[in-house]
């Protein structure tokens, strides 16, 4: 089953740019997922499997790495990268 997950991350720290990259970047390094990123949020795509378990990893580590941070997930059970045409 192929999925589609968009996560906000709210770092609670001065430093939350550097976080937020940190995050994006450990999660490109996971294969067979595509990731898509905007000012808001961080789309992933992919097989359910492989997709929530990069998450679930990366969460973890950030977690780990620096302390106090909120994510905000959707999930879907389609690929949704798709732009729509107006």
């Excluded at 996560?7 to 740019?17: F, R, V």
């Excluded at 976080?19 to 067979?32: D, E, G, Q, S, V």
């Excluded at 997709?51 to 999930?75: D, H, L, P, Q």
């Amino acid at each position: 089953m192929e999925c589609s997950v968009e996560i906000s991350m709210y770092p609670i720290n001065n430093n939350y740019k550097l976080a937020i990259i940190n995050f994006i970047k450990r999660l490109r390094k996971h294969p067979f997922i595509s990731i898509e990123t905007n000012s808001m949020s961080t789309q992933v795509f992919g097989d359910y499997n492989r997709v929530m378990k990069a998450i679930n990893t990366e969460i973890k580590n950030t977690f780990t790495e620096e302390g106090k941070v909120v994510f905000n997930i959707k999930v879907m059970n389609q690929i949704l990268s798709e732009k729509p045409q107006f």
